[in-house]
């Protein structure tokens, strides 16, 4: 089985920064995408910054020039940089990783994080 595991949220006042890690175990083939998501109370879970195993990145449009993914793909590992945080960034924070994982063959899933709170006050 995979598991992903999140740290590094927390309560920041606006304007202030955290840095989110996300370390993926298990029976791990390779990851081919790791990202994190987003979702505010009363709201749909969205895309904040996806990368690939080639570090290709692409991000919301909210969080582009505030926001920093970035992997280190020997220690299947996925951080978030966030700066100049804002209150509409306060949600709960889900990590997401496309593994390939062996059954009887080669599959690729996608497996999630428990997700970690970020609360940024005005």
């Known amino acids: 089985q995979v598991q992903l595991v999140e740290s590094g949220g927390g309560l920041v006042q606006a304007g202030g920064s955290l840095r989110l890690s996300c370390v993926a175990s298990?029976?791990?083939?390779?990851?081919?995408?790791m990202g994190w998501y987003r979702q505010a109370p009363g709201k749909q879970r969205e895309l904040v910054a996806t990368?690939?195993?080639?570090?290709?990145?692409t991000y919301a449009d909210s969080v582009k020039g505030r926001f920093t993914i970035s992997r280190v793909n020997a220690k299947n590992t996925v951080h978030l940089q966030m700066n100049s945080l804002k209150p509409e960034d306060t949600a709960v924070y889900y990590c997401?990783?496309?593994?390939?994982?062996?059954?009887?063959?080669?599959?690729?899933?996608?497996?999630w994080g428990q997700g970690t709170q970020v609360t940024a006050s005005s």
């Open positions: 997401k990783g496309r593994v390939i994982v062996v059954t009887t063959t080669l599959v690729e899933y996608d497996f």
């Open positions: 298990g029976s791990i083939i390779s990851i081919s995408a």
């Open positions: 990368i690939t195993s080639n570090n290709s990145t």
